[in-house]
């Protein structure tokens, strides 16, 4: 090789690894450090049993690469500072002080954003992700419930001691990294590794590269919570028909006739002078009579597994146990998603969950065919009661923008509430104003419809003292066993009204307490309970086939005998011919429609997997892919996001009321 080559490729390695200021690449090492020590804390928390050794080498080559990738981004600024500082400045006192003052400031940080993620692990056992996007909006929720559930001024004074004696150790090896005079090659170098390899990495690292093995606990180990934050950032949204398998419109539309959904074809627009139909239907079995009211409780995270009337042994769920007994108990009831707005989407509106954020969240989400607006046109006074603040995850402005009068924690008065955290009044105490509202509402002899969202089962699981036999805060256990203390004492009560005899009172859970597991839809950590109680009209029965969170509000239109049950994508358990045993459950990019024993999975970049359903324990396998069941979930993902986009989802205007016998 001529020397006219090797001198110019010398002065490149040289101005790059011998005379280029350190200090980069000390904050690099610092950095990969903790988020390599922040995989193998994971790690442990989450065990072995879990996460077989096997997977632990992939697992941290690609959690390098991931870690790579967030260091170049966040050493960018500190080169592009380092390519500008005028040399006089480098071995000045007061910018000695300045860098270590800096540098104490981004370890801590960094070390902060570390507890934080084995915080958000705990609970959900994920990294960053789409949740942790809608917890950097609601900041006062978020910090309050930090706060009150951690020492959180104990792990921060822990952690500036320690970064700060570290720093000081570290005092005179960062003086060196960052005293050497500066060339303008050098800076010129310094640029452009700021501009080009954050271009570079950004180019080549995906976050869909975390996947390697059917094991949902290795893929979120090797990522990086940054990088999965940031990814989250970008996918907010995904249009279906963009990153997903699709079909033909009209073999969607006949598909979904064939399965008896009657919802407004897609892309077809529902006419603006459209009246819903009166007329009469039967009386739904198995009731003996019609409710003329209706309360729809919906639980924050209550797992079926939590309440003993679905096989839970330690006694957290006496009132809710006893309802079952006394009421119908649903086995086989699976949420639609992992979030509070998933649930409150599929309890409201009757739809699989469309891709990305949930139409609670959404524009352009007024006037939808909601059970409350339906309700609502057609003579009943429809309600939405949340404990907490209704402006958290847009439910004040969804309900009532879908004709619902929402009562929040700012409604109720101050007399009334004895008790309250950062997430809301104590179940008990908005129990309270329920039962005030509800006296109010039947004196004007106008049927109710009444959706109430608890808010106690939820960190920090505080309550007031004296209630259960568990003290506050008493974690998962406490705050469930808490919730079923106001469940039970609301049903009492209500007991004593005289509009009880003609109330149906419906309990359900928004969603899981927790889907993490080792597939990437874990079919258990959907299943939630399902009561219907209503002593005077329903006998205490057990209802077996599968349902779907979606179902509950048309079944609900239909027990009411009223119109609109075909403006869902659910369908009426109830209904006539065989049930739809069919459930949809999701996160915010996988979405599963499970039927037959199979689990069928539509993943972005149009993938598909189908999963093998174990019947007693719901563990799922790998299994051929069926083309049928996977027409089904195109046809019924495809057009509820259609529907939505376009507009066809909206409530059609009611003829006058004419009671159904």
């Given at each position: 090789?001529?020397?006219?080559?090797?001198l110019?490729?010398?002065?490149i390695v040289r101005?790059?690894?011998?005379?280029m200021?350190?200090?980069?690449l000390?904050?690099?090492?610092i950095?990969?450090?903790?988020?390599t020590?922040?995989?193998?804390?994971l790690?442990?928390?989450?065990?072995?049993?879990?996460?077989p050794?096997?997977?632990?080498p992939?697992i941290?080559?690609?959690?390098?690469?991931?870690?790579?990738?967030?260091?170049v981004?966040?050493l960018?600024?500190?080169?592009?500072?380092e390519?500008?500082?005028p040399?006089?400045?480098r071995?000045?006192?007061w910018?000695?002080?300045?860098?270590?003052?800096?540098?104490?400031v981004?370890?801590s940080?960094l070390?902060?954003?570390a507890?934080?993620e084995l915080t958000?692990?705990?609970?959900?056992?994920?990294?960053?992700?789409?949740?942790?996007?809608?917890?950097?909006?609601?900041?006062?929720?978020?910090?309050?419930?930090?706060?009150?559930?951690?020492?959180?001024g104990?792990?921060?004074?822990?952690?500036?001691?320690?970064?700060?004696?570290t720093?000081l150790?570290?005092r005179?090896t960062?003086?060196?990294?960052?005293?050497?005079?500066v060339?303008?090659?050098q800076r010129?170098?310094?640029?452009?590794?700021?501009l080009?390899?954050?271009?570079?990495?950004?180019?080549?690292?995906?976050v869909?590269q975390?996947?390697f093995?059917d094991?949902a606990?290795a893929?979120?180990?090797s990522?990086?919570?940054?990088?999965?934050?940031a990814?989250?950032?970008?996918?907010?949204e995904?249009?279906?028909?963009?990153?997903?398998?699709i079909i033909?419109?009209?073999?969607?539309?006949?598909?979904?006739?064939k399965?008896?959904v009657?919802?407004v074809?897609?892309?077809v627009l529902?006419?603006?002078?459209?009246?819903?139909?009166?007329?009469a239907?039967?009386?739904?079995?198995?009731?003996?009579?019609?409710?003329r009211?209706?309360v729809?409780i919906?639980?924050?995270?209550l797992?079926?597994s939590?309440?003993?009337?679905y096989?839970?042994t330690n006694?957290?769920?006496?009132?809710?146990?006893?309802l079952?007994?006394?009421?119908?108990?649903?086995e086989?009831?699976?949420?639609t998603g992992?979030?509070?707005?998933?649930?409150?989407?599929?309890?409201s509106?009757?739809?699989?969950?469309?891709?990305?954020?949930?139409?609670?969240?959404r524009?352009?989400?007024?006037?939808?065919?909601?059970?409350?607006q339906?309700?609502?046109d057609?003579?009943?006074?429809?309600?939405?009661?949340?404990?907490?603040?209704?402006?958290?995850?847009?439910?004040?402005?969804?309900?009532s923008?879908?004709d619902?009068?929402?009562i929040d924690?700012?409604?109720?008065?101050?007399?009334?509430?004895?008790?309250?955290?950062?997430?809301?009044?104590?179940?008990?105490?908005?129990?309270?104003?329920v039962l005030?509202?509800?006296?109010a509402?039947?004196?004007?002899?106008?049927?109710?419809f009444?959706?109430?969202?608890?808010t106690t089962?939820h960190?920090?699981?505080?309550?007031p003292?004296?209630?259960?036999?568990?003290?506050?805060?008493?974690?998962?256990?406490?705050?469930?066993k808490y919730t079923?203390?106001?469940?039970?004492?609301?049903?009492r009560?209500?007991?004593?009204?005289?509009?009880?005899?003609?109330?149906?009172?419906?309990i359900?859970a928004?969603?899981?307490?927790?889907?993490?597991?080792k597939?990437?839809?874990?079919?258990?950590?959907?299943h939630?309970?399902l009561?219907?109680?209503?002593?005077?009209?329903?006998a205490p029965?057990?209802?077996k086939?599968?349902?779907s969170?979606?179902?509950?509000?048309?079944t609900?239109?239909?027990?009411?005998?009223?119109?609109?049950?075909?403006?869902f994508?659910g369908?009426?358990?109830?209904?006539?011919?065989?049930?739809?045993?069919?459930?949809?459950?999701?996160?915010?990019q996988?979405?599963?429609?499970m039927k037959?024993?199979v689990?069928?999975?539509?993943l972005?970049?149009?993938?598909?997997?189908?999963?093998?359903?174990?019947?007693?324990?719901?563990?799922t396998t790998?299994?051929e892919?069926?083309?049928?069941?996977l027409q089904?979930?195109?046809a019924?993902?495809?057009?509820?996001?259609?529907?939505?986009?376009?507009g066809?989802?909206?409530a059609?205007?009611?003829?006058p009321?004419?009671?159904?016998p």
């Open positions: 090789m001529n020397d006219a080559y090797e110019p490729r010398m002065t101005i790059l690894t011998q005379k200021p350190r200090l980069p000390l904050v690099g090492l950095l990969i450090g903790i988020n020590l922040t995989r193998f804390i790690l442990g928390n989450t065990g072995i049993e879990l996460v050794m096997a997977l632990w992939v941290f080559a690609k959690g390098l690469w991931f870690d790579l990738t967030v260091t981004f966040l960018a600024p500190l080169m592009i500072y390519a500008v500082l040399n006089r400045w071995n000045s006192r910018h000695g002080v300045l860098r270590l003052i800096w540098l104490w981004t370890v940080l070390l902060f954003a507890v934080a958000f692990w705990l609970e959900f056992s994920t990294r960053f992700n789409f949740i942790a996007v809608d917890y950097l909006i609601y900041t006062q929720e978020v910090i309050g419930n930090i706060r009150e559930s951690y020492p959180v104990m792990i921060v004074s822990a952690i500036a001691a320690l970064v700060g004696i720093v150790l570290l005179r960062v003086q060196r990294a960052d005293s050497r005079p060339d303008r090659a010129a170098a310094l640029v452009l590794a700021a080009l390899l954050p271009a570079l990495f950004l180019r080549l690292a995906n869909d975390m996947t093995a094991n606990y893929t979120e180990l990522g990086n919570g940054l990088f999965s934050l990814a989250a950032m970008r996918r907010n995904l249009d279906y028909e963009r990153f997903y398998r033909p419109h009209e073999v969607a539309n006949a598909t979904l006739q399965l008896d009657r919802r074809p897609l892309g529902p006419e603006p002078a459209a009246l819903l139909p009166q007329t239907s039967a009386l739904a079995a198995p009731l003996s009579r019609r409710p009211n209706l729809l919906s639980v924050e995270s797992s079926a939590f309440v003993g009337a096989g839970a006694g957290v769920t006496p009132n809710l146990d006893a079952a007994r006394e009421g119908m108990k649903f086989q009831v699976f949420a992992t979030r509070t707005v998933r649930g409150l989407e599929a309890l509106l009757g739809t699989p969950p469309v891709p990305g954020q949930a139409i609670v969240r524009p352009g989400n007024a006037h939808l065919s909601t059970l409350g339906l309700l609502q057609q003579g009943v006074s429809s309600y939405f009661f949340y404990g907490g603040y209704g402006y958290f995850d847009n439910m004040n402005a969804y309900f923008a879908n619902y009068k929402v924690r700012t409604d109720f008065p101050k007399a009334s509430v004895q008790f309250e955290n950062i997430w809301g009044v104590a179940d008990e105490f908005m129990f309270d104003n005030t509202t509800f006296d509402s039947s004196a004007t002899d106008k049927p109710f009444a959706h109430i969202m608890t089962n960190r920090p699981y505080t309550y003292d004296g209630r259960i036999d568990i003290p506050s805060p008493g974690g998962r256990e406490g705050g469930v079923d203390y106001a469940i039970g004492k609301f049903i009560e209500a007991k004593t009204k005289p509009w009880f005899k003609d109330t149906l009172f419906v359900v928004d969603h899981c307490a927790s889907v993490a597991g597939s990437k839809l874990p079919v258990k950590n959907y939630i309970p009561i219907f109680y209503a002593p005077g009209m329903l029965s057990t209802y086939p599968v349902v969170q979606i179902d509950i509000a048309p609900l239109l239909d027990i009411l005998g009223k119109s609109g049950v075909d403006q994508f369908r009426s358990i109830f209904a006539a011919g065989q049930p739809q045993e069919r459930a949809f459950i999701s996160n915010y996988e979405l599963g429609y037959n024993g689990l069928t999975v539509l972005p970049k149009q993938q598909v997997e189908s999963y093998r359903v174990d019947p007693q324990t719901w563990a790998p299994a892919i069926d083309p049928a069941l089904e979930a195109i019924y993902y495809q057009t509820a996001s259609a529907a939505f986009k376009s066809a989802l909206r059609p205007r009611s003829a009321q004419h009671q159904a």
